[in-house]
């Protein structure tokens, strides 16, 4: 089983918390895989630079390095799979993704500040966008567990970077679910094209109902086909397939199902392209409380030797 091998944990919202930096280094040796940690601290020397001179606000920041470096080493101490601890400054997105790029990182885990109903930082939502492999947004004060994993997708019959990216996120939803002996659901959410119109149109209401019931069809057997392509999540899989909005119906569905965590696909793309999926993933990173790995679509390479998560 191939698995995750350079590990990055992050912190910049908020201090890594002692179990958290734990359940790095267990994940981490249960992938056999280097560990790094990278603190960023973002420049907040406007103020500090008006009252003091330069060289004394350079100070100021350069002690702030020092004290997170001195902290993590105490929090993480040596350690076998720990390969490196570092504070830099910048901004996060930038100075994380310019890492893992460095680095050659496979996964990154992020301590996120926010709490269920919450919006994540400018910054974490432009990790989540932008990030080039797996962002896990670990929550603060959440208890590891999953038990429960839900895995949302887009099922979409065009197939091309959608129905990888599809692919991608099932093969890790259900790695984590077979590592864990843990339930496995799969979401995906459907809409009758023309469905409002019709029912303008159509007072009995029964032609809206045919329309409605033949777009869900279609919809479950292109989950079908796609359930098809990754053997080990169809053979555990309970499917949910909602009608209405993306968000919405996915975190309807974390609370029904009661999922531990949420493993969805964020193409990050500008432009009307991957609008809907950005701000889906991004919208509901902000309104569940359960943990969330965000999955970019893998490069040519990468996708030569996907990996599995032994987490």
């Known amino acids: 089983m191939n698995r995750y091998r350079n590990i990055l944990l992050v912190e910049a919202d908020r201090p890594i918390s002692a179990d958290e930096a734990s359940r790095a280094v267990t994940l981490a040796r249960r992938n056999a895989a280097r560990l790094t940690v990278l603190s960023v601290l973002n420049p907040r020397s406007g103020l500090v630079s008006i009252l003091t001179s330069a060289d004394t606000a350079q100070a100021v920041q350069e002690g702030a390095l020092r004290e997170r470096a001195t902290r993590l080493h105490e929090l993480l101490p040596d350690s076998d799979v720990v390969h490196g601890i570092e504070a830099v400054m910048g901004p996060t997105a930038k100075m994380v993704i310019d890492r893992v790029r460095r680095g050659g990182h496979d996964l990154v885990l992020a301590v996120a500040r926010s709490a269920r109903g919450r919006p994540l930082s400018r910054e974490t939502r432009s990790l989540v966008r932008r990030c080039p492999c797996p962002v896990w947004v670990l929550r603060a004060g959440k208890a590891p567990k999953e038990r429960r994993i839900l895995a949302a997708v887009e099922a979409d019959p065009d197939g091309g970077e959608t129905s990888a990216l599809d692919r991608r996120v099932l093969e890790i939803a259900a790695s984590l679910a077979e590592r864990h002996r843990a339930e496995l659901h799969v979401v995906t959410v459907w809409s009758a094209y023309g469905d409002v119109q019709l029912g303008r149109r159509s007072p009995d209401g029964n032609a809206r109902l045919d329309l409605r019931r033949d777009a869900k069809g279609e919809r479950h057997r292109d989950l079908d086909s796609l359930l098809a392509s990754v053997p080990a999540a169809r053979r555990r ?26 493993v969805i696909g964020s193409r990050g793309r500008r432009g009307l392209a991957g609008l809907l999926l950005r701000n889906t993933a991004e919208t509901v990173l902000g309104r569940v409380g359960c943990e969330v790995i965000t999955v970019r679509p893998e490069p040519p390479v990468a996708a030569m030797s996907r990996g599995e998560l032994a987490a």
Request: proline share 4%; net charge neutral.
């Open 237 to 262: 899989a309970t499917l949910h397939l909602r009608r209405g909005r993306p968000a919405s119906e996915i975190r309807r569905t974390v609370e029904e199902a009661d999922s531990d965590l949420l």
